[in-house]
C-alpha cells in the first residue's frame, strides 16, 4: 500500500518535495538528501505528517 507524504527541509522548515512510499516495506520516516531552493544548498529532507 503507497501512501503519498510531504518532504520538508531539515534546516528553513519549508515543504518543498511530494512522493509516495510503501508502508508495508518502509514503517519509519523518510529522510533524504535533497536540494532546497530556499537555503540554496542540499539539505536533509525529512518527512512530515
Known amino acids: 500500500m503507497r501512501v ?3 518532504l520538508a527541509c531539515s534546516e ?3 515543504r518543498n518535495y ?5 508502508k508495508k ?3 519509519e ?3 533524504l538528501r ?3 531552493r530556499f537555503c540554496n ?3 536533509i529532507h525529512k518527512e512530515i505528517k
Open 4 to 6: 503519498g507524504i510531504t
Open 12 to 14: 528553513c522548515k519549508q
Open 18 to 22: 511530494t512522493t509516495t512510499k510503501d
Open 25 to 27: 516495506k518502509h514503517s
Open 29 to 31: 520516516k523518510v529522510e
Open 34 to 36: 535533497k536540494y532546497c
Open 41 to 43: 544548498t542540499h539539505t
